[in-house]
C-alpha cells in the first residue's frame, strides 16, 4: 500500500530505450480527458483537439490519466489507482 509519503520513479536506464518492454499507451483523447478534469472548457479544449467531435467526459478525474506517475490530491480517504500497461518487448 501506498502512502502520502511514497514517490519516485526508479532509476533512469536509457540503454534501455531501444527495447522498453512495458509502455503507457497514452492517446491525444487520454491528454484531453486530464485537461477537462483539471478545468479545461470546450472552449479550450478546441484550441488542443483537431476532432470536432470530443466532449469532455461528465466525470472526468485526474486520477484516470494512465501515466506513470500517480497524484492523489485529496488524501481524505483510500483511493484505487488503476493503470494499463503494453508489452512492447
Known amino acids: ?12 536506464r536509457p540503454n534501455r530505450a531501444g527495447e522498453p518492454g512495458l ?14 478534469a483539471v478545468g479545461y ?6 484550441l488542443f483537439s483537431e476532432s470536432p467531435l470530443y ?10 490519466l494512465n501515466y506513470p506517475s500517480i497524484t492523489v490530491p ?3 480517504g483510500s483511493v484505487t489507482v488503476t493503470r494499463k500497461l503494453k508489452n512492447v518487448g
Do not use: R, W
Open 1 to 12: 500500500k501506498a502512502n502520502s509519503f511514497n514517490y519516485g520513479s526508479g532509476h533512469i
Open 41 to 46: 472548457n470546450q472552449t479550450m479544449i478546441k
Open 74 to 76: 485529496d488524501l481524505s
Open 55 to 64: 466532449k469532455c467526459p461528465k466525470e472526468g478525474s485526474l486520477l484516470d
Open 23 to 36: 509502455v503507457y499507451d497514452l492517446t491525444v483523447h487520454d491528454y484531453l480527458d486530464f485537461l477537462c
